[in-house]
């Protein structure tokens, strides 16, 4: 396939684009802490047993919570400057749904260079992410895998938006124990990057995906 999608020299810095970015290291650790320990909640509402009393209380412990948290928000839009365990400086969503660091909905999916080229990460989904019995839902690990293909695009200086996505369900996918994902990009058209990866479990492939990004405009590219 024909390479000629230019990599941009630097990535693209958000605050040109009139977003404002959070550099990951500055994220208070009990932030982080706090975002784990709502992790734990959400699964643990979501499995629970108690009887009434508890479940009254700890609905007035959450809402009590809760209530402390009201103040001063990030916009939404806001980005996170991540540097990878291998150096590698990437901009996120702070709130990605699959990989952002304050959000108690994502995973989270973390991504580094694979030895062999690409990305690779581990993620380890719990009941919270269930679709048939002990298994991830489908619409999730299609979320995992739009994600890695787009950080893979963004890793080779290519960051883009999803245009079109394909998912194939080889083999079950069970919940709490880790998934492998990896993700490269396999061709350049122009501004379309053609992209591929997989999850696996034990080393055995349960879904596999292929995408579309188209790079982002960016000035300079006279319309290529
Ligand atoms: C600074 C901030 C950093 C940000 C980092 C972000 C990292 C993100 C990581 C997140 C990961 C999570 C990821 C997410 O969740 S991304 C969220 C889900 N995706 C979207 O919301 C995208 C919605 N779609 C669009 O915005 C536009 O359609 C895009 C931007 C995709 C293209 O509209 P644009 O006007 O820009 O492009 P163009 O029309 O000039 O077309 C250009 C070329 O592409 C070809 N084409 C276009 N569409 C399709 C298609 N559907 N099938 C096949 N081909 C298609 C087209 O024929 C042409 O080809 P060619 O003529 O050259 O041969």
């Given at each position: 396939?024909?390479?000629?999608?230019?990599?941009?020299?630097?990535?693209?810095?958000?605050?040109?684009?009139?977003?404002?970015?959070?550099?990951?290291?500055?994220?208070?650790?009990?932030?982080?802490?706090?975002?784990?320990?709502?992790?734990?909640?959400?699964?643990?509402?979501?499995?629970?047993?108690?009887?009434?009393?508890?479940?009254?209380?700890?609905?007035?412990?959450?809402?009590?919570?809760?209530?402390?948290?009201?103040?001063?928000?990030?916009?939404?839009?806001?980005?996170?400057?991540?540097?990878?365990?291998?150096?590698?400086?990437?901009?996120?969503?702070?709130?990605?749904?699959?990989?952002?660091?304050?959000?108690?909905?994502?995973?989270?999916?973390?991504?580094?260079?694979?030895?062999?080229?690409?990305?690779?990460?581990?993620?380890?989904?719990?009941?919270?992410?269930?679709?048939?019995?002990?298994?991830?839902?489908?619409?999730?690990?299609?979320?995992?895998?739009?994600?890695?293909?787009?950080?893979?695009?963004?890793?080779?200086?290519?960051?883009g938006?999803?245009?079109?996505?394909?998912?194939?369900?080889?083999?079950?996918?069970?919940?709490?124990?880790?998934?492998?994902?990896?993700?490269?990009?396999?061709?350049?058209?122009?501004?379309?990057?053609?992209?591929?990866?997989?999850?696996?479990?034990?080393?055995?492939?349960?879904?596999?995906?292929?995408?579309?990004m188209v790079r982002?405009?960016?000035?300079?590219?006279?319309?290529?």
């Amino acid at each position: 396939m024909t390479v000629d999608a230019k990599p941009v020299a630097e990535l693209p810095d958000p605050r040109d684009f009139g977003l404002a970015v959070v550099p990951e290291k500055e994220i208070p650790a009990e932030l982080a802490s706090l975002v784990e320990e709502v992790r734990s909640l959400v699964d643990a509402v979501a499995h629970t047993k108690a009887g009434a009393h508890e479940l009254a209380a700890a609905r007035d412990a959450v809402a009590a919570a809760n209530a402390c948290l009201q103040g001063d928000r990030h916009d939404v839009g806001t980005m996170v400057q991540q540097t990878w365990p291998d150096g590698r400086v990437e901009y996120g969503t702070l709130t990605n749904v699959v990989s952002g660091p304050t959000n108690a909905a994502a995973p989270p999916l973390r991504m580094e260079a694979a030895p062999e080229g690409g990305l690779r990460g581990e993620v380890v989904l719990n009941g919270t992410y269930q679709g048939p019995p002990g298994l991830v839902h489908g619409g999730w690990l299609a979320a995992l895998l739009d994600q890695a293909l787009g950080a893979a695009a963004g890793a080779e200086g290519m960051p883009g938006l999803t245009a079109d996505l394909n998912v194939n369900y080889r083999n079950p996918s069970p919940l709490d124990t880790p998934l492998e994902v990896t993700a490269r990009v396999t061709g350049t058209e122009r501004r379309k990057v053609f992209v591929a990866g997989e999850v696996r479990h034990g080393g055995r492939v349960t879904a596999e995906g292929t995408a579309l990004m188209v790079r982002m405009n960016l000035p300079g590219d006279g319309g290529a």
